[in-house]
């Protein structure tokens, strides 16, 4: 009995832990990126994407796992398998405007500020002093706002209330930190996919690549291998390196429980900023400056992360070692 009851804990973190992980992943890849909510939006609908991500978010935290990620270009790169996953596999954007869609948005999004930023960064920040986490929250928010005006440009007859825009932010940065919180419970749980579990995701993405990407772009049975190749190379090296057994924890010191808080200053500043351009009618194309910042970004931290990732030396651990801990991580 008593293991029965330890057994249905540990399912239960590792479900929060997807969960939690897939919310983060969805509120910034999605919410942010959208910034408003859409005519053909609805709850069920939103609690699909959610679950969608959270099915992404499951083999990326797989593969960080597997690989022992711990350091920032192991993330970033496995940040670019959860992009590429999201935006060549789920949906075909990918392939749209070669070459420049490789980065925009599976680098320059999903990768840089969806996983680095909102999941790795964040996460970090919730231990250093207050005034630190409010201004990287400050600064989060001026560009969400800024972002969200661009839709002012891009869609100028679908233009977001200013006070619907206050509801939709804070909305989704409280169910944001509940996310986060509940991180911070199960962060010690080892994900452990078992090899079944691999394959069933694995089988599942290949048919789902297989009707959509392979079907309605031809190009993308060239191209998404080459991206998923580029990716498993340098990471396979990573796990020959690492000195471990399991990835160094990323998230190491006692969080700050007000910094918590703080983070409301998200939606606080992007909503002063989307209020301000609101009352003096301003109209830029503001998603310029996103673009030209993080497109060559995704690009040039891609291969910065494949260089040092690739650069690292095999630990002392030898073959077997490496077999047993393979074994240890996906059983």
Same mark, same amino acid.
Not at 53 to 60: G, K, L, N, Q, V
Not at 78 to 89: C, M, R
Not at 108 to 113: N, Q, S, V
Not at 312 to 315: G, I, N, T, V
């Given at each position: 009995?008593?293991r ?14 997807v ?21 053909d #939006? ?26 022992? @990620?711990?350091t920032?270009?192991? /993330? ?14 789920i ?5 749209? #405007? ?9 680098l +320059? ?5 969806s ?17 630190q986490m +409010?201004?990287?929250s400050?600064?989060y ?20 209330p ?6 939709? +932010?804070f ?7 509940v996310s986060?919180?509940?991180?911070e419970? /199960?962060?010690? @749980? ?5 090899r ?6 694995? /089988?599942?993405l290949l /048919? ?14 060239l @191209? ?5 190749? +580029?990716?498993?190379?340098?990471l ?7 000195d471990?057994?399991?990835?160094? #924890?990323?998230?190491t010191?006692k @969080? ?8 409301i200053l ?5 909503m ?7 009352i ?17 970004a ?13 650069m690292?030396?095999?630990?002392g ?15």
């Open positions: 009995m008593e029965s009851k330890q057994l249905w804990k540990r399912g239960l973190q590792k479900l929060i832990k969960l939690g992980t897939g919310y983060i992943l969805f509120h910034f890849s999605e919410l942010v990126f959208w910034a408003r909510i859409q005519p #939006d609805s709850l069920q609908g939103l609690i699909f994407t959610w679950l969608v991500y959270s099915f992404a978010a499951w083999i990326t935290l797989a593969v960080m796992e597997h690989f022992r @990620v711990s920032f270009p192991g /993330v970033f790169l496995a940040g670019a398998f959860f992009g590429w996953l999201v935006e060549g596999v949906v075909q954007t990918v392939y749209e #405007d070669l070459p420049l869609s490789i980065s925009f948005t599976g +320059a999004w999903h990768a840089l500020i996983v680095c930023g909102g999941w790795l960064l964040l996460r970090r920040m919730l231990r250093k002093p207050p005034a +409010a201004l990287l400050v600064a928010g001026l560009a969400y706002g800024l972002w969200a005006i661009s839709w002012w440009v891009q869609e100028p007859g679908a233009i977001f200013a006070g619907d825009f206050a509801l939709y +932010a909305g989704g940065t409280l169910v944001l930190i986060y919180r509940a991180l419970w /199960v962060a010690h @749980v080892p994900l452990e996919m078992r079944w579990q691999a394959w069933m995701a694995g /089988v599942l /048919v789902l690549f297989a009707l959509g990407s392979a079907a309605a772009e031809p190009v993308s049975i @191209v998404f291998p080459l991206l998923m190749l +580029a990716v498993f190379l340098p396979r090296k990573n796990r020959a390196a690492a471990t057994r399991r990835p160094v #924890d990323l998230f010191g @969080v700050r429980a007000v910094n918590y808080w703080l983070i998200i939606p606080v500043t992007a002063l900023v989307y209020w301000l351009a609101w003096i009618h301003l109209r830029i194309p503001t998603h310029w400056i996103f673009y030209l910042i993080t497109t060559p995704g690009f040039l931290l891609f291969i910065r992360s494949v260089w040092k990732t690739s690292k030396k095999p630990s651990i030898t073959i077997a070692e490496g077999n047993k801990a393979g074994e240890d991580t996906l059983r």
